[in-house]
Every structure is written in structure tokens, then in C-alpha cells.
């Protein structure tokens, strides 16, 4: 998707028609065609899509998402990597709280929104929670702030510290290590892995992993490292949570801004969740890349 650039120099403001080319899994080139001092009008700036279109060279092909939504998520990452330079916070105030809010509340934490800011803010339990509610909100937080700034590899250290976090001080049996019984999933037709052979199915995905990253899209290597994990459900509690931040994690180290996956849309994250138990990646992949252009492009 090509777009207008402007870049200031001197006091004086210069345009550029701009396309961004993913030609790896990781590399993205961008290509500009100086506009000028000014926009051009429309018949002109046509002629220059048409020249842009024509150096296009060919594109990385990706496995599971289409061309159009490659190019907008790739546009979402190129404009969060120019406004990093000059902000130093490019999420909203309130990510953290509706973040906590929801990926909460998808495992049946009762806590409401406002409830949820309130933890977090003044760190004090509303009259009336639960208290597994209220330390899985503050637990959240934490899990958070190790997650972004982890920057080594992907490892059962990493993952467990991470289910650690998340249900530490909680009911949860096992914090900080895999099950040692077998786990239902709540609404769901999938059985997932007796806990003799979770620690071996692990580290096959760790290690497919850093194959995968050599050759999928960065929202599709998180969709299947998301999926995978799922479908192992490693731990006797935190599994979805763990899920939800390991994607997020894979977004972040690969220059995306993170994703809220909302309560209110869970039967459709279940259902794209229940499609990849059965080979097919491709809706959870849609459904990803969706949920980041709704969440951080307005549309006009």
C-alpha cells in the first residue's frame, strides 16, 4: 500500500510517495518517489502510484496471510517505527489496563474494567472481588514488564518464569513449571498432551521456532508459536495468558505494537484458535493481523 511521506528539513516540509516492501521475513525495503515541495495534484500523482508500482520489485510471499493485509500491517509497522523516534511511548495510556482487562477476563477473571484500573492504580482490592481476581490483575502487570523488555532466547526458563509471573500467589497448583496431569480445555473438542511427553513436545516447538522465524512473517511466526503452545497447554493454569504474551513478545521483537485480543470477541479468537488445532493457521492469522489494524489505524 503506498502512502505520502513528509519530511521537514530546514523549516521547509518535503513529500514523498512512499511503498513498503516486505523481501524477508525480516527485512522490509522502502521505496520513495520524491514528490516535491508541495503534493501534486491528482493526475499527476498518479502517474507517480503507477511509476512506484512499476519499481516494485518482487514480493516476499507469505504462507498465510494475503498480499493486502501484509502490506497494511507492514505500513502499521514502518509508521510505529517512525513515531518511536520521536515519542517515547507509542501506546495509549490506558493499553496496560484494557490489556490486563481482557486477557483476564477471556480465563474468567471477574474483575471489570474499571475494577481493573483501580487495582492498578491505587493497588488496593474493590469492595466485593475475589482475591485470586485482584493479585491476577497485579500479576499481569509483572508478567508484562518482564516479557517486553526479554530479550534472549525462547526456552522452557523463559516460558515457565513467564506462567510464573502470571499465576504467582494464585490457586494455581504448579507456578513456575510444567503439569504433571492431564488438563481438560473448557468448550473445547481438542485433548491436549498427557504430561509425560509436554517437555519433548516443547522443545520441538522451540526449536521449529527458530526455523520458522527464517522464513514466516512476523505476525504468522507469532500465530503459530501462539497456537502450537495452546494446543501443548503445557501448565496446570495461565496457559491462554502465556499464549497471548508469548504472541505479543514475538511482535514486539519484530517492531509490531502489541495486540489486545478482547473478551468481547472471544468465540471468534476460539473459533480461529480451534482451526489451527485442525491444520488450518490462516484465520488465526486474519483474525491477528485485523485485531492490529482496528486497534492502532483510524479510519476516516
Known amino acids: 500500500m503506498s502512502f505520502i511521506e513528509r519530511q521537514k528539513h530546514g523549516?521547509?516540509?518535503?513529500?514523498?510517495l512512499v511503498k513498503n516492501i516486505r523481501v524477508t521475513p525480516t527485512n522490509v525495503k522502502k521505496l520513495r518517489i520524491f514528490l516535491?515541495?508541495?503534493i501534486p495534484k491528482q493526475v499527476e500523482l498518479q502517474k507517480h502510484f503507477v511509476e512506484l508500482e512499476k519499481?516494485?520489485?518482487?514480493?516476499?510471499?507469505?504462507?498465510w496471510?494475503?498480499?493486502?493485509l501484509v502490506e497494511k500491517v507492514d505500513d502499521l509497522s514502518a509508521s510505529i517505527t517512525v513515531f518511536r523516534k520521536t515519542a517515547t511511548n507509542v501506546l495509549p495510556k490506558d493499553f496496560l489496563v484494557r490489556y490486563t482487562y481482557n486477557t483476564n477476563a477471556i480465563e474468567g477473571n471477574r474483575l471489570t474494567l474499571r475494577q481493573t484500573a483501580l487495582v492498578l492504580s491505587d493497588r488496593i482490592a474493590p469492595e466485593g472481588t475475589r482475591a485470586d481476581d485482584v493479585i491476577e490483575a497485579l500479576n499481569a502487570v509483572d508478567a508484562w514488564d518482564f516479557v517486553k523488555s526479554y530479550k534472549r532466547r525462547l526456552n522452557k526458563a523463559f516460558i515457565c518464569k513467564m506462567q510464573y509471573e502470571i499465576t504467582k500467589n494464585t490457586s494455581c497448583r504448579i507456578?513456575?513449571?510444567?503439569?504433571?496431569?492431564?488438563?481438560r480445555i473448557a468448550g473445547?473438542?481438542?485433548?491436549?498432551?498427557?504430561?509425560?511427553?509436554?517437555?519433548g513436545l516443547l522443545e520441538d516447538l522451540f526449536?521449529?521456532?527458530?526455523?520458522?522465524?527464517?522464513?514466516?512473517h512476523p505476525v504468522e511466526l507469532a500465530t503459530m508459536l501462539h497456537n502450537k503452545f495452546v494446543k501443548i497447554h503445557p501448565f496446570t493454569g495461565g496457559n491462554g495468558r502465556t499464549a497471548r504474551l508469548l504472541m505479543n513478545w514475538i511482535l514486539l521483537r519484530n517492531k509490531f505494537p502489541p495486540v489486545i485480543i478482547e473478551v468481547s470477541n472471544k468465540e471468534q479468537y476460539y473459533n480461529a484458535i480451534e482451526a489451527a488445532d485442525k491444520g488450518?493457521?490462516?484465520?488465526?492469522?486474519?483474525?491477528?493481523?485485523?485485531?492490529?489494524?482496528s486497534q492502532y489505524i483510524i479510519s476516516t
Open 11 to 16: 523549516g521547509h516540509s518535503y513529500y514523498y
Open 36 to 38: 516535491g515541495r508541495e
Open 55 to 63: 519499481r516494485t520489485m518482487e514480493q516476499y510471499q507469505t504462507r
Open 65 to 68: 496471510l494475503p498480499k493486502e
Open 175 to 183: 507456578q513456575g513449571n510444567y503439569r504433571d496431569s492431564e488438563v
Open 188 to 199: 473445547s473438542g481438542h485433548v491436549p498432551p498427557k504430561p509425560a511427553i509436554v517437555a
Open 207 to 216: 526449536a521449529e521456532f527458530y526455523i520458522e522465524k527464517k522464513r514466516l
Open 280 to 293: 488450518d493457521q490462516k484465520p488465526f492469522a486474519t483474525y491477528l493481523c485485523n485485531q492490529l489494524l
